[in-house]
């Protein structure tokens, strides 16, 4: 018979561990994820190595607990929990429901108390307990039956706390940690103890005496004059102390040991919560990344595979569909096209169409109108054939995202499903995925396709519909669509990288990196391999003796976190810090770029994903053109690699100055800031002049510098944890930054506090295009999710506004371009940038008409203001 055993998990320590280990990510909807992703790698580990057949993760029920009656400052000390990491307990409550496992809290207790009933329980019933926590309290509760694991500083290090490991790490046995935190007392609890009583002075005592009672009872025979007063004077307080920090091993608990069996994970559950919080890498860790679904019995339709493409095919609108299975569709197969309508069904092979005179003709035929899933993918991929799509007046997927952009990433499938329509398979049911994944023959496979046409009709109507009723066909006719369309100009037409150059600078490189890797092993004194964690920490933390800050199953953490706060120690760490970067340069842009070059057009060839972030920003991948590093200068000369593509051309650049900060000013009308643009001061020396009540000449760069951040801060819903980790400062001060920005602009702080109050009367917030951004959180029950909905209602519409403003500017310019009967191109856009190549004899006009063109593509209550620049390649344009 299997052994009985029980896991129990500190959740409030664990999360904290977590969030603090972790750097702060989010998901694509804006959500913080770092204590979630952390609990979760614990949770997986915990599962894996302990195979528990009974479990519960127990959390803190609030603030007060019957200790508090002894002490009202018990805990008194520590900071409000951040935000950022409230909003996430939830998910993680979430979390462990999808994992089948157990969560209690017990009001007026907390977590340990739970976890120590729970314990002692199993123990009396024969169970082998193992607990897991970030708190050394815990380990009292050791014994020959429990083992205590305690969380290092990374998430799935622990070390195991026996009654063998305590005695060989204090001399102590369990029970005797309760004594020594009543001596020492414990700062992260407010237990006070005894003032000047440290943990080596703790032990020596508990060795001679045992016990903090037989201590006090034979306090004459206590060594040390000073010593024995200071015990005299605080032995109620020790003795409090004590109290305190005692575990409670028979609260009033009503759960059961046969409550919390654990019987395995539902997959599908953890599948849908791993995709919602972008835990990609946790998917694949689970074997797959996702279930195969099962679709009811599908409704037979009519397919006609038409012998020869003729004329008559085609009516005046039709639901046109091509079929492609690979993400990059500037690569992709195309595995053929559907075509409904009043015609017919018809499903046309990809070699036949495209040799098809009258397939051509169509597809290039404005007055023929057509609906479509995705425009810019149907048109890169038609155009990489030379045809060019003209006539698609409705795009699905398009209209899917302006109705609702957190819901991103659906295929036909899912979207037809959410608006009740049937009759059609998703493509991983259809095709299979992973080793399964194969195209069927062509019968079964224009069936799947007209299937995809037929939904299109009805999908269009109500997507039409809905749009009006939302005051949104303009945002999706007049900006998304038009854009749609440039943007697959852009990646069709690609940017030329100058192989040679990239090439040269990969030499350059490496050799700057073989000089700091010389560098680093004379500061070492010896040869070593930089990248291997494990050498690097001998050196680092036993040859020079520099104090480690974390540890890791492997040895010490030598992670760039650990790294920059030990820079000031040693020169080394500026050297390892910078060898690292100019690493990652190396292999991620140098040689990334050099991967993707199109041999034929000597061009990058990115995408533009115009459907997915909630803000309505762009993002650009294959490659990512919109995150080359520019702070160092290694990673700026990566630019002079992007060239015009014609000779006497040069590259041109425009940027929004401070775009967001004027589109606040705008939303939220406050007279100070507006005043400020209009006088074209510089807004982070103004901020700073109110914030700390100086004059213009008085304001330190720190000064500024402290203004920029609460500046950018506020537009991104910052918190005072979050601007304290920006700053290096200490929360009250970051707290104390805001408050006084807010009363600086009292028209801020109202649009902050009316923006709420609409998001929660509507369930929505909206940018100046009409853009909708839901936030069903804000009228959660739950704190921590509804103070991240205020934080997004807040930064929503400033971040949206300016992302429409940007794409307007587009359309505006490309415009502008053909009126005028330029030759330049828009190339890139890059966040507030838009990179143009020029011929040399343009850029007059250019300097003229681009800002004109930008400055007017919406009308504020602040002049929007754009910089530009230009030269031979895109480093020398800024």
């Not at 017990?106 to 739970?114: C, S």
Request: hydrophobic fraction near 35%; aromatic fraction near 8%; include cysteine.
């Amino acid at each position: 018979m299997k052994k009985k055993k029980l896991v129990l998990i500190d959740g409030n320590s664990i999360a904290y561990r977590a969030f603090f280990a972790l750097p702060l990510l989010n998901n694509d909807k804006g959500i913080h994820t770092n204590a979630v992703y952390g609990f979760t790698m614990m949770l997986m580990k915990i599962l894996e190595d302990e195979k528990p057949t009974h479990m519960l993760v127990a959390f803190d029920a609030g603030k007060t607990t019957f200790r508090h009656k002894t002490f009202e400052e018990y805990k008194g000390g520590r900071q409000k929990t951040p935000p950022e990491l409230s909003e996430q307990f939830p998910f993680i409550r979430e979390l462990l429901d999808a994992y089948g496992i157990s969560r209690y809290e017990l009001e007026n207790y907390e977590a340990d108390d739970i976890i120590g009933t729970l314990s002692l329980n199993a123990e009396k019933e024969g169970f082998e307990v193992k607990i897991i926590s970030g708190d050394k309290d815990l380990t009292q509760l050791s014994s020959n039956h429990t083992t205590v694991g305690i969380t290092r500083k990374g998430i799935t290090d622990i070390e195991e706390y026996t009654p063998e490991h305590i005695k060989e790490k204090y001399g102590l046995v369990p029970e005797q940690i309760i004594d020594m935190k009543g001596l020492m007392g414990d700062t992260s609890d407010n237990i006070p103890g005894v003032p000047g009583v440290g943990e080596k002075t703790a032990i020596k005592l508990l060795k001679e005496f045992s016990s903090l009672e037989k201590l006090f009872e034979s306090i004459d025979q206590v060594s040390g004059a000073k010593l024995k007063e200071k015990l005299q004077n605080f032995k109620d307080q020790a003795i409090m102390s004590k109290q305190l920090a005692t575990i409670e091993r028979h609260a009033p608990i009503k759960v059961d040991l046969d409550d919390i069996t654990y019987e395995g994970y539902a997959k599908a559950k953890v599948v849908a919560l791993f995709k919602e919080l972008g835990f990609q890498s946790l998917l694949d860790k689970l074997g797959e990344d996702s279930e195969s679904d099962t679709s009811d019995e599908l409704e037979e339709i009519e397919v006609e595979i038409p012998a020869q493409i003729t004329e008559e095919l085609f009516t005046e609108h039709s639901n046109f569909y091509v079929e492609m299975l690979e993400d990059n569709y500037h690569t992709a197969e195309i595995l053929g096209f559907s075509i409904v309508n009043e015609n017919g069904h018809f499903f046309l092979p990809t070699e036949q169409a495209l040799q098809s005179e009258a397939f051509k003709n169509w597809a290039e035929d404005e007055s023929k109108k057509k609906t479509v899933y995705d425009v810019k993918r149907t048109e890169v991929s038609l155009r990489r054939r030379n045809i060019h799509l003209k006539g698609a007046d409705f795009d699905i997927l398009m209209a899917t995202y302006i109705l609702n952009p957190s819901e991103t990433g659906e295929d036909l499938a899912a979207i037809a499903k959410k608006y009740q329509i049937g009759n059609i398979q998703s493509d991983e049911a259809f095709y299979g995925k992973g080793a399964k994944r194969k195209i069927p023959e062509m019968n079964k496979l224009a069936e799947h396709l007209i299937r995809k046409g037929l939904v299109m009709s009805q999908l269009r109507a109500k997507l039409e519909d809905e749009l009006i009723k939302n005051e949104q066909f303009d945002l999706f006719r007049e900006l998304e669509m038009p854009l749609s369309l440039i943007l697959a100009d852009m990646e069709f037409y690609g940017i030329k990288v100058e192989r040679k150059r990239l090439e040269a600078m990969g030499r350059e490189l490496n050799e700057r990196i073989i000089e700091i890797e010389e560098k680093i092993c004379e500061l070492a004194g010896e040869k070593f391999n930089i990248n291997s964690p494990k050498q690097l920490g001998v050196i680092l933390f036993e040859k020079l003796g520099l104090p480690p800050l974390k540890k890791t199953k492997t040895g010490y953490s030598t992670s760039a976190d650990v790294l920059e706060k030990l820079a000031p120690e040693h020169e080394i760490i500026e050297h390892i810090l910078l060898y690292r970067q100019l690493g990652k340069l190396q292999s991620t842009y140098i040689e990334g770029l050099l991967k993707v070059i199109d041999p034929k057009t000597e061009k990058v060839h990115t995408r533009f994903q115009q459907t997915l972030t909630a803000t309505g920003r762009l993002s650009s991948i294959d490659p990512n053109l919109q995150n080359i590093p520019i702070r160092l200068e290694e990673g700026r000369k990566i630019r002079q690699a992007f060239v015009p593509s014609e000779p006497g051309w040069v590259i041109f650049a425009a940027d929004y100055s401070q775009i967001e900060l004027r589109v606040l000013a705008h939303i939220s009308g406050d007279e100070k800031l507006i005043q400020a643009f209009k006088d074209d001061l510089d807004i982070h020396t103004k901020t700073a002049m109110e914030v700390f009540h100086v004059d213009q000449e008085e304001v330190t760069s720190n000064m500024r510098r402290q203004a920029k951040a609460v500046n950018f801060g506020i537009v991104y819903g910052i918190s005072d944890y979050g601007l304290s980790q920006s700053l290096g400062i200490s929360r009250k001060e970051a707290g104390n930054f805001i408050e006084r920005y807010l009363n600086s602009y009292p028209g801020v702080k109202e649009y902050m506090d009316d923006i709420i109050h609409q998001a929660k009367e509507k369930g929505f917030v909206t940018t100046l295009l009409h853009r909708r951004r839901y936030i069903p959180e804000i009228t959660s029950r739950n704190f921590n999710l509804r103070s991240f909905a205020e934080r997004t209602a807040m930064n929503t519409p400033i971040q949206g506004s300016a992302a429409d403003i940007i794409k307007k500017a587009m359309i505006d310019m490309d415009e502008a371009l053909k009126d005028k009967g330029l030759k330049t191109r828009l190339l890139l856009q890059v966040h507030d940038e838009l990179i143009f190549e020029a011929p040399e004899e343009e850029i007059e006009i250019l300097k003229e008409l681009v800002p004109l063109v930008m400055e007017n593509a919406v009308e504020l209550s602040v002049p929007l203001k754009v910089d530009y620049s230009y030269g031979p390649t895109w480093f020398d344009a800024k």
